[in-house]
C-alpha cells in the first residue's frame, strides 16, 4: 500500500472525516480487493480512480521486479552447481601444492591411488571379466585320464580313449579346419565310427570275453 504525497495533496479539501474513510476505504482495497462505492460523488470517485490506477501499477512493477529477481536467483544458483561440478574434479600437477591452485590428484601415504581411484580400477576389471564371463567359453583339451574315465562310462577301452587324445593333440584339437569346443560330443563321434576304421573290429568292453569264458 502506497499513498503518494501529490495524492494526500490532492485530498487537502477533504475534511478529516472524509480523507480518514477514503484512507480506510483504501486500505480495504488492498486487503480484500473490494472497491468502495462513491456513486453519489464524483469528486471522490475520481479521486479513487486515480490512487487505484496508481496502486495497480505500482502492483504489477513489483511482481515483474520479483520475477526479474527469480530468474536471476535462478540462474545463479545453476552457475555455483556447474562450477562446483568442474571443481570436484581431480587435475594432474606437478608438484605436491599443485600449480595455480590447481589440486593433486588424491594419494595415500604409500603413494598409491585414493580409494576412489582403486574402485575405479577395480570396476574396470570387474567389466572385463563380466564381458569375458558373457563370452563363448574357452575349450579345454582334457587329459589322458579324463578322456579314459569318460571312454570308460561309454562303455570303451581305455586305449581307444589314449588313441583319440594322441589324435586330436597331434592336430591341435581341430574338428576339420575349426577349434574344436565340446572334447565329448568329439569322442562320442569317435566311438561311433571306431568299428570301421582301420579296416578292422574294435571291440567294446561289453564285447569283450568274460573271465569264466576263459576257465570252461
Known amino acids: 500500500m502506497i499513498l503518494l504525497l501529490e495524492h494526500v495533496?490532492?485530498?487537502d479539501e477533504l475534511t478529516d472525516e472524509e480523507f480518514g474513510a477514503f484512507i480506510r476505504n483504501y486500505a480495504r482495497y488492498v486487503e480484500t480487493g473490494l472497491e468502495p462505492?462513491?456513486?453519489n460523488d464524483r469528486a471522490m470517485r475520481m479521486l479513487w480512480k486515480v490512487v487505484k490506477a496508481f496502486d495497480d501499477m505500482n502492483v504489477q512493477k513489483m511482481e515483474e521486479r520479483d520475477k526479474r529477481r527469480r530468474e536471476a536467483n535462478k540462474k545463479n544458483i545453476n552457475k555455483r552447481w556447474?562450477?562446483?561440478k568442474y571443481e570436484s574434479i581431480p587435475m594432474v600437477s606437478q608438484d605436491t601444492n599443485g600449480i595455480n591452485g590447481i589440486p593433486n590428484i588424491p594419494t595415500d601415504t604409500n603413494g598409491s591411488?585414493?580409494?576412489s581411484d582403486s574402485v575405479s580400477e577395480s570396476d574396470k576389471k570387474d567389466k572385463c571379466e563380466k564381458k569375458n564371463t558373457n563370452g563363448v567359453k574357452r575349450f579345454k583339451a582334457p587329459t589322458?585320464?579324463?578322456a579314459k574315465e569318460y571312454f570308460a562310462n561309454q562303455?570303451?577301452?581305455e586305449s581307444e580313449a589314449e588313441r583319440f587324445v594322441d589324435h586330436f593333440t597331434a592336430n591341435g584339437w581341430k574338428v576339420g579346419k575349426s577349434p574344436m569346443k565340446d572334447w565329448k560330443a568329439a569322442a562320442r563321434n569317435w566311438m561311433r565310427n571306431?568299428?570301421?576304421w582301420n579296416g578292422g573290429y574294435q571291440q567294446t568292453m561289453a564285447e569283450l570275453p568274460?573271465?569264466?569264458d576263459f576257465l570252461r
Open 210 to 212: 568274460d573271465e569264466g
Open 37 to 39: 462505492a462513491y456513486d
Open 194 to 196: 571306431v568299428k570301421g
Open 144 to 146: 589322458v585320464e579324463q
Open 113 to 115: 591411488l585414493s580409494v
Open 82 to 84: 556447474n562450477d562446483k
Open 155 to 157: 562303455g570303451y577301452m
Open 9 to 11: 495533496h490532492a485530498m
